[in-house]
């Protein structure tokens, strides 16, 4: 294997759903961290851009910024991450809250560890680094984990691309409450609605949850049984 390859390789190996999260230690905006020490028995949202000062991050990361509070209902944690220097990244925050105003968000303070890699080595770690889209910036990634730090979701958009943080807030609320309840969320899920009950096991399960009278739950078909949620 010829070093270009391997080094390609290197770049977009990344974990996968069920796997333990890399562990890291990295200097950040909010001082050291120690991942996942740091963060035992709390959800954590590691998302990466492609470098500061562009628009798009400067857009997500106030969005994030605003919503920080909200995620920490649900104990989860955000942590940023650019291939820039701990000085790019601070004079960019402070642009953000000094002079950028954005669908009425301004005076934007963002309090969550933004971390320098500029060696690349959590970038690698997660396989943010993708060399056909760009071999020195990392691409949109988003790896959501749990208490346990092991990956829950992954996400991908391309450079040109904004986020969708209603959806990252959706997908946690809908996994939290699928580890805690046990059921499944169907397409287009919002919270308040019917959630999926898992599909049966056996004949005689399939079939005394069809025939069930329970007021709280309904079936399509067999395989398909809803729970209604309290209102």
């Not at 991450?81 to 809250?97: E, G, P, V």
């Not at 105003?101 to 680094?129: A, H, T, W």
């Not at 069809?210 to 395989?223: H, I, M, N, R, T």
Request: neutral net charge.
């Amino acid at each position: 294997m010829d070093e270009q390859k391997k080094r390609q390789e290197e770049m977009v190996r990344m974990p996968l759903i069920g796997d333990p999260a890399p562990a890291f230690r990295a200097k950040t905006t909010m001082g050291p961290i120690n991942f996942p020490e740091d963060y035992k028995g709390k959800w954590v949202i590691l998302f990466s851009h492609p470098a500061d000062f562009t628009p798009v991050c400067t857009t997500e990361f106030m969005t994030f910024a605003t919503m920080q509070e909200d995620f920490r209902k649900y104990n989860t944690e955000l942590i940023g991450l650019s291939i820039d220097s701990i000085y790019a990244h601070i004079a960019w925050l402070r642009t953000i809250k000094e002079k950028i105003e954005f669908r009425g968000m301004k005076n934007v303070e963002v309090n969550f560890p933004v971390i320098e890699d500029l060696k690349m080595e959590v970038s690698k770690k997660f396989g943010m680094l993708q060399p056909n889209a760009s071999t020195t910036q990392a691409v949109r990634a988003v790896f959501i984990m749990d208490p346990d730090a092991r990956v829950k979701a992954i996400l991908y958009y391309p450079l040109s691309t904004g986020r969708n943080m209603d959806e990252i807030m959706r997908m946690i609320i809908a996994m939290q409450k699928a580890d805690r309840e046990q059921i499944a969320t169907p397409a287009n899920w919002q919270p308040g609605e019917d959630v999926i009950i898992p599909p049966p096991g056996s004949c005689g399960v399939a079939k005394d949850r069809v025939a069930s009278k329970e007021e709280d739950q309904y079936c399509l078909d067999w395989f398909m049984c809803f729970k209604r949620e309290k209102k």
